[in-house]
């Protein structure tokens, strides 16, 4: 990661500057607007993509509210661990000592080192070249230096930058020559503090009692950032349910299924820290610090460790039969995913081979369906029934008499009279029996559904996991329809060669 001379022009070009080199108030107005450009003008050496929308969201929030004369609002972030919020945090210390009229900024992490740290690390930005070369140097009438406590004249005003450690005595800090206008809590609590009733409470009271009494009396900017550990004792799930707060707390896989920040870790390098931390035992780890969900992946009861492995072998064997099942949904921007499942068998076992979960109108849905049944060459689509489901057969009927589609059969499977949670369980058990197989392009997806899934909830995001729970179903109520139209090549089953089918598809 390193700032492109690409990513400098093109940063450059959206901020209107025409001569980085002369343009000075436009780089700084600029680098005052935008927390990319600030980044790329100061991490020169790990700047390369931006900021993801919920981080650039923050900031101007928290910008906006520095400018601000009077008042002391508070903020709780819960942020997942490994995705630079401790980096942002110290890029807003420098953004507020450059544009802002605040006088003292108090840093407070878990450990005065940690603390003292992050303020070196202030300073090393301040010091970087570039902000030199604009702003001038920071400390060419520093007072006081040391590793937690800075005070200096600068940008037409005197500040103080200082570091203290969860716990610790204020009277080290020079409080009566001005009270903090901005507390950074950073990691304050750790996770054994949390799990702790005792040393929870005893640091909650040392944050309300001691910490926040200390502030400026008409004007400071609170601003907490943590994760959701899962006990009682953890700050951030306190913050997070008091009315005095406005809390922005979110998990690094969002409800979609995608990363929150793509381009920094991807879906699948996080579902793999998840099967790690299952294998080891501690799943609650990850969703507590990379989910901040103090509740999510612990109810649903399912121990995603022990979900079979796909039989690489599969991969060179012709399937034996496969059908595609529909978990329909009206489309509505605002309303539930549609879910679309490719299953191969293989010896009486279904595969879940490919999956497609989106919002997708009648036709669309039926074009979809329609082009995996004929990527496999299965004769067999099912819908679930009942209401609306039922109209969807329908058109799936209209729609292949108009263009002539023959070969494909579409079916009906209705739930049985069966709760749909009950339902779910019981495919999920197979799945966990290897009953049910899932192709390794289609398992992160499915596993993240099952992270997320609440049996005690009747609104699950659970598309994925309703269409494993019919697979049997089908194989049940239409054996005759189950077989291929024709072999298949290993290549094909794998998905990566065309071939000639049966279905002439006017799509």
Not at 87 to 100: N, Q
Not at 137 to 157: N, S
Not at 414 to 435: C, D, E, H, M, V
């Amino acid at each position: 990661m390193s700032t492109s001379p690409e990513a400098m022009e093109q940063l450059v070009a959206e901020a209107g500057i025409l001569d980085v080199a002369s343009d000075r108030a436009s780089i700084t107005e600029a680098a005052r607007q935008s927390l990319d450009f600030l980044a790329a003008l100061i991490l020169t050496d790990i700047y390369e993509y931006g900021y993801p929308p919920l981080f650039q969201a923050i900031w101007q929030l928290i910008c906006t509210e520095a400018m601000q004369p009077n008042g002391k609002p508070k903020y709780a972030f819960g942020i997942p661990r490994g995705f630079s919020k401790t980096l942002v945090l110290k890029l807003y210390v420098v953004w507020l000592v450059l544009f802002s009229d605040r006088r003292f900024i108090l840093v407070v992490c878990n450990t005065a080192k940690l603390a003292e740290n992050f303020l070196s690390d202030v300073a090393d930005m301040l010091n970087n070249l570039n902000i030199v070369n604009i702003f001038g140097r920071w400390d060419a009438t520093i007072e006081q230096d040391t590793l937690a406590f800075k005070k200096f004249a600068f940008r037409g005003r005197s500040i103080v930058l200082a570091a203290l450690g969860a716990g610790s005595s204020l009277r080290g800090l020079n409080l009566k020559f001005v009270r903090p206008d901005c507390v950074i809590m950073d990691d304050l609590q750790n996770r054994d503090q949390a799990s702790s009733p005792e040393l929870a409470k005893e640091l909650l009271i040392w944050m309300l009692g001691t910490l926040m009494k200390a502030c400026h009396p008409h004007r400071c900017i609170f601003i907490f950032v943590g994760n959701m550990y899962p006990f009682e004792g953890s700050i951030l799930r306190k913050l997070k349910l008091s009315p005095e707060w406005i809390s922005f707390i979110t998990g690094a896989i969002l409800a979609d299924g995608e990363s929150l920040w793509p381009e920094h870790r991807s879906t699948e390098d996080l579902l793999a820290e998840l099967r790690s931390d299952t294998d080891m035992g501690h799943p609650q780890i990850f969703y507590s610090e990379v989910m901040n969900d103090e509740e999510s992946g612990t109810v649903s009861g399912i121990d995603i460790s022990k979900i079979h492995t796909y039989p690489p072998e599969l991969e060179y064997l012709e399937a034996q039969g496969g059908f595609i099942i529909i978990d329909p949904s009206l489309g509505k921007k605002q309303g539930d995913d549609l879910g679309i499942g490719a299953f191969l068998i293989y010896d009486g076992i279904p595969v879940m081979r490919e999956c497609i979960t989106e919002k997708m109108d009648p036709g669309q849905t039926i074009r979809r369906a329609t082009m995996l049944a004929s990527k496999y060459n299965m004769q067999l689509i099912i819908c679930e029934g009942g209401a609306y489901q039922a109209t969807l057969i329908y058109w799936f009927d209209q729609v292949y008499t108009q263009l002539g589609i023959s070969g494909i059969n579409v079916g009906e499977i209705t739930t049985g009279n069966i709760q749909k949670n009950s339902r779910i369980i019981a495919g999920l058990k197979q799945l966990l029996t290897g009953k049910i197989y899932l192709h390794p392009t289609v398992r992160n997806a499915v596993i993240y559904q099952i992270t997320q899934w609440n049996p005690l909830k009747t609104r699950n995001k659970d598309e994925l996991l309703d269409l494993i729970a019919y697979a049997y179903k089908v194989i049940e109520l239409y054996p005759e329809w189950l077989p291929l139209l024709i072999s298949m090549d290993p290549e094909d089953t794998m998905g990566s060669a065309s071939h000639t089918h049966d279905l002439a598809l006017p799509f």
